[in-house]
């Protein structure tokens, strides 16, 4: 979505100006740190970055790991250091823990390799990500154009620290630019309240899971920006 709106300038200025009338609303929903070229703090944990365990394995652990519920420490200050990077809440269970291994299978690839999105969220890719975030939602030009478009930036609070580390740069880079990004958080959602993920299955297709765990919820947060 932001490589569409910061393209928008290579467009004709009719076909510009009719999106600008009648774009009403942008919604980044949960987007991790690196997908968006903001780099991962010293200290931070991702399973698929860890060297310890085979590549195999690294994706076994991704999979628990990205439906965890995590309980994050005193956010008030944004210290990286009050984020939990590992550790799920006990009390709630991770979204796929009770799916049949065969389903699960059939929603997910855990061969080894890269795998949809995963390769762009590498640090080499991060400056290119990063121009496109800044000229989406941070170049006046391009924000003058989609002049009827509120842009909005939801997570939830169970999220992986990634998300959270999105969130305040997003809105740091929105005070300084004075430009206006709406951000909102959901109570008690992990990520697969508000996610929508994207395996590339051995037929080459895409398969989409939306807003696993509390679909009507998600729909009402939705429901709310519009």
Not at 38 to 59: C, F, H, K, M, V
Not at 148 to 161: E, K, R, V, Y
Request: charged share 25%.
């Amino acid at each position: 979505m932001l490589s569409m709106l910061a393209s928008v300038d290579r467009l004709p200025a009719d076909t510009r100006e009719r999106l600008g009338i009648f774009v009403k609303r942008a919604i980044m929903w949960d987007p991790p740190a690196q997908i968006l070229g903001i780099r991962s703090p010293e200290g931070t944990y991702i399973p698929l970055e860890d060297e310890n365990l085979s590549p195999e394995a690294r994706l076994v652990e991704f999979r628990k790991w990205v439906t965890y519920y995590f309980v994050h420490g005193d956010l008030s200050a944004r210290d990286p250091m009050q984020l939990n990077y590992k550790t799920p809440d006990p009390d709630r269970k991770p979204t796929f823990e009770h799916l049949p291994i065969q389903e699960l299978l059939s929603l997910v690839d855990l061969a080894p390799g890269q795998k949809c999105d995963t390769v762009v969220c590498e640090p080499a890719f991060a400056d290119v990500e990063w121009g496109i975030v800044n000229k989406a939602l941070f170049d006046r030009d391009v924000r003058a154009t989609w002049s009827s478009m509120t842009m909005w930036h939801i997570f939830g609070d169970a999220c992986p620290w990634n998300v959270y580390l999105a969130a305040w740069r997003l809105e740091d880079e929105a005070k300084k630019s004075d430009l206006a990004v709406n951000f909102t958080m959901t109570r008690g959602a992990n990520h697969f309240v508000g996610a929508i993920s994207c395996t590339l299955n051995k037929d080459l297709t895409l398969s989409f899971q939306p807003m696993w765990d509390n679909p009507e919820g998600a729909l009402s947060e939705l429901s709310k920006l519009v």
